[in-house]
C-alpha cells in the first residue's frame, strides 16, 4: 500500500512538471534547446505514459504556438486516432497523459482550458496537425499526434493541398539524405491585428503555418534540387487567400482549391525574419541556428 502511494506521488510530481516546463520532454530539441522568443505554456505531450513531443500551448488562443518533434520514416497508414485532450491543463495535479474525449458532456473545466471537438465541427475550418502523424513510424506516435492542443484550425485548401505536400516532400527529403536525428519544429503566424477566430470565439485561427527542420548529420552528395536543404531548411504556408502577397505570393494558375493556399520554402534565416518581424521579438527556432557541430 506505501509503495502504491509512493508510486503515486512520483507519478504525480513527475506528471505535474509536464505542464509550465520543458524540461522532462527536451530530447525533442536540437541540443536540448527549445525555441527561443515565444511565450506560451509549454506542455511536454505523454501518451502511454511516454513523452511524445513537445507544444508550446497558448490557453488565451486555446491552439498552440509550435509542436516540437524527432521525425522517423513512416511506415503504415494514417491511424483513425480518437481525438484527445490535456488533463493536466484543466486539473494542474492530474496525470499528464492525454486523454481521448468521452462520448456525452465535458466537465467544464476541460472546456475552459482547451479546445474541444465542438469548436472545430460545423466550423469552416478543419483540424491542422502542426506535428504530423505522417512523420512517424510508430503507431503509438501515429496516434499521440491526434491531440487538440497539437491543432490548429487550418483551411482545408491549406491542409489537402499545399501544406500537405510540403510534409511529404520534407518526408522523402530526409528519408533519403538525413542520416541522424532530424528536429522538425511547426509553428503558426498569428494575424497582425484583426484576430480570427472560429465560430464561437474560443479558438484563434492562425494567418500562416511555418516549419522548420534541423538535421546536423546529413549525406552531403546531394542532388542539385536540395543543395540549400540542408542542415536546416524552412516553409510559410498560407492559411487564408485574403492575405497579402508579401511573405508567401500567390500561384494564379493552382488548382482553384488550392489556390491562396501556396507554401513558399525558404531558409531558416528567412523565416526567422518574417517570425521577429511579426512578433516583434527576435525568434530562433534552433540552437545556433542548427550549425552547432551537434
Ligand atoms: C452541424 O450542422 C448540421 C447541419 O446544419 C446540424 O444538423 C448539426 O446539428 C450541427 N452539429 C453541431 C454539433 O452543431
Ligand atoms: C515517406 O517516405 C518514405 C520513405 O521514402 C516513403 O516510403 C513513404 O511513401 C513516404 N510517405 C509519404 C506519405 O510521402
Ligand atoms: C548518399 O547519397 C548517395 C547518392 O544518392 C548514395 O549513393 C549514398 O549511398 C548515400 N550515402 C549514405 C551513407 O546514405
Ligand atoms: C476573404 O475576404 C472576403 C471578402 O471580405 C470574405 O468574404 C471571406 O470570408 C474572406 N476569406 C477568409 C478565409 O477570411
Ligand atoms: C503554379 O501552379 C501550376 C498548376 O499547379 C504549376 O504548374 C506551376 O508550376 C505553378 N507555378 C509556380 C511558380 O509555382
Excluded at 520543458?22 to 505514459?49: D, E, V
Excluded at 533519403?176 to 494575424?191: D, H, K, M, Q, R
Aim: overall charge neutral; proline content about 8%; aromatic content about 14%.
Amino acid at each position: 500500500m506505501l509503495g502504491v502511494m509512493l508510486v503515486l506521488v512520483f507519478a504525480t510530481g513527475r506528471c505535474a512538471a509536464d505542464v509550465g516546463d520543458f524540461a522532462p520532454c527536451l530530447q525533442f530539441f536540437y541540443s536540448s534547446w527549445p525555441p527561443k522568443g515565444l511565450m506560451g505554456t509549454p506542455i511536454c505531450q505523454r501518451y502511454y505514459n511516454q513523452h511524445r513531443f513537445a507544444t508550446l500551448y497558448s490557453r488565451p488562443r486555446r491552439s498552440p504556438w509550435f509542436s516540437a518533434y524527432l521525425y522517423s520514416i513512416p511506415a503504415g497508414k494514417r491511424p483513425s486516432a480518437s481525438w484527445k485532450f490535456e488533463p493536466q491543463l484543466a486539473y494542474p495535479g492530474a496525470d499528464g497523459n492525454m486523454i481521448p474525449f468521452p462520448p456525452g458532456p465535458l466537465d467544464q473545466n476541460v472546456v475552459e482550458s482547451q479546445a474541444v471537438d465542438l469548436d472545430y465541427i460545423n466550423s469552416t475550418y478543419s483540424r491542422g496537425h502542426l506535428n504530423p502523424s505522417l512523420h512517424h513510424q510508430s503507431r503509438e506516435m501515429r496516434s499521440a499526434t491526434f491531440t487538440l492542443t497539437n491543432v490548429v484550425p487550418q483551411k482545408a485548401g491549406s491542409n489537402d493541398g499545399p501544406w500537405e505536400f510540403l510534409e511529404q516532400d520534407v518526408n522523402n527529403t530526409l528519408a533519403a539524405y538525413c542520416l541522424g536525428e532530424a528536429y522538425i519544429v511547426t509553428g503558426i503566424i498569428p494575424y497582425r491585428n484583426n484576430e480570427h477566430w472560429l465560430k464561437n470565439h474560443r479558438v484563434a485561427v492562425p494567418e500562416y503555418l511555418w516549419s522548420a527542420y534541423c538535421c546536423p548529420n546529413y549525406n552531403h552528395s546531394l542532388p542539385e534540387q536540395l543543395s540549400d536543404a540542408f542542415p536546416t531548411y524552412a516553409a510559410v504556408g498560407r492559411n487564408d487567400p485574403n492575405s497579402t502577397e508579401e511573405i508567401v505570393p500567390v500561384n494564379k494558375t493552382a488548382k482553384r482549391q488550392f489556390r491562396g493556399y501556396d507554401v513558399r520554402q525558404m531558409s531558416l534565416e528567412t523565416l526567422e525574419m518574417y517570425l521577429k518581424d511579426r512578433f516583434n521579438t527576435v525568434v530562433s527556432v534552433f540552437y545556433e541556428q542548427c550549425s552547432g557541430s551537434g
